[in-house]
């Protein structure tokens, strides 16, 4: 079957330094990729997306980039705040609108 | 604009009680509905899904049922709760038919005792 993973379950930065958030995809047929953040007891907030015909899109302060030869997904937060302090994942959804999602990396800001 | 509401926020059941967990949206018509269960460090699982009134689909057998009796409701249910239920369940809800991003809502923290 098809499989979202993260490369690195845990992540701690300093505040103010960027962070660099990893996510590896298996299926090439995938068209559209999501970046969710969530906050503890709280669901997923989508934060940005990217389609398969870009490899760069830029949000607030966010980035995401996808490279499709490696089949990997990033997400680089710019001058990360302790608000930033959340469980990311990625979403990968594939014809028929099918959803995978990653299991999440837990970014810690230190303050 | 679009929100999502669910509730309760916090259930604790006893085993063998029964279960109704409601999603409403708000600012959309006839959006596609999903329930999933979170585990402790582990991915979404898709329960349900409807992209219309009465219409749902179950991606994996289990304890629990879904209906949709308004466009923008969605009800999760069980008559008899087992242990293994317990978890943390998430609605969302989407529209289009393609390539298109799913919303949450802040989900359900359900403990079975």
């Known amino acids: 079957g098809e499989s979202v993973g993260l490369h690195l379950p845990t992540l701690s930065v300093q505040e103010g330094d960027n962070s660099i958030i990893n996510c590896a995809y298996s299926n090439s047929a995938s068209d559209y990729f999501i970046w969710y953040k969530q906050e503890s007891g709280k669901g997923p907030q989508f934060i940005i997306d990217?389609?398969?015909?870009?490899d760069k899109r830029q949000g607030q302060r966010v980035t995401v980039l996808l490279n499709k030869t490696v089949k990997h997904l990033s997400l680089q937060i710019a001058a990360t705040q302790p608000g930033d302090s959340a469980v990311y994942f990625c979403a990968e959804i594939a014809a028929g609108n099918q959803f995978y999602f990653g299991t999440g990396t837990s970014l810690t800001v230190i303050p | 604009s679009q929100t999502i509401h669910q509730w309760p926020a916090t259930l604790v059941q006893p085993v063998g009680s029964p279960l109704s967990l409601e999603c409403t949206v708000e600012?959309?018509?006839?959006?596609?509905l999903y329930w999933y269960r979170q585990a402790a460090g582990r991915g979404l699982q898709l329960l349900f899904y409807s992209v219309g009134i009465g219409q749902i689909s179950s991606e994996v057998p289990q304890n629990l049922s879904a209906s949709r009796p308004q466009d923008r409701q969605f009800i999760l249910s069980s008559k008899k709760l087992l242990l293994s239920d317990s978890g943390f369940y998430l609605c969302a809800w989407s529209v289009g038919s393609e390539l298109v991003a799913q919303h949450f809502g802040d989900g359900t923290r359900l403990s079975i005792l």
């Open positions: 600012g959309t018509s006839n959006p596609n």
């Open positions: 990217i389609r398969s015909n870009m």
